[in-house]
């Protein structure tokens, strides 16, 4: 028997729209502590740092944040940074948006950037290039 889908089922890969909602008040309130520069790390300081995305659980408790330093340098140890200062920033987070509990903070790289110039090398390749000539051409 197919399952009924709760409110709290989207379907979409993002989530629903409160996690959405959720998620780009998170973004915004890390994003904003990186421009402020009150997020006292030399790792962090050292870096031009984006949030690119925050992921919330459905339940709102866990937040996935997605960071990316300028040109992916030195990317691991910009997230330990992020782990070691994890406590100030959940505390930070709470102060900015209002919500019943403050979600907890987990880390990402954000690789989508890598993964679409990865696809990009490939339908330049000469190989997938030959190929699409075929399929244009009508050759089997």
Same mark, same amino acid.
């Given at each position: ?18 996690? $959405?909602?959720?998620? @780009? *008040? #998170? ?5 904003? $502590? ?13 870096? *031009? ?15 996935? #944040? ?10 691991? %140890? #910009? ?12 505390? %930070? ?21 890598? @993964? ?6 490939? *339908?330049?390749?000469? @190989? ?7 399929? @244009?051409?009508?050759?089997?």
């Amino acid at each position: 028997m197919p399952r009924k889908k709760s409110h709290r089922d989207s379907g979409s890969p993002g989530g629903s729209q409160r996690q $959405l909602r959720v998620g @780009e *008040l #998170v973004r915004h309130a890390i994003a904003e $502590l990186l421009v402020r520069g009150e997020v006292h790390d030399p790792v962090i300081e050292g870096h *031009l740092i984006t949030v690119p995305e925050v992921r919330m659980s459905p339940d709102l408790r866990l937040a996935t #944040v997605y960071i990316m330093p300028l040109a992916g340098r030195d990317a691991d %140890e #910009v997230v330990e940074a992020f782990e070691r200062n994890k406590k100030f920033l959940r505390g %930070e987070v709470a102060h900015s948006i209002n919500l019943k509990f403050a979600p907890d903070l987990r880390f990402r790289i954000d690789d989508r950037f890598e @993964e679409a110039e990865r696809i990009d090398r490939l *339908l330049r390749s000469p @190989e997938v290039k030959r190929d699409l000539q075929k399929d @244009e051409s009508g050759d089997e």
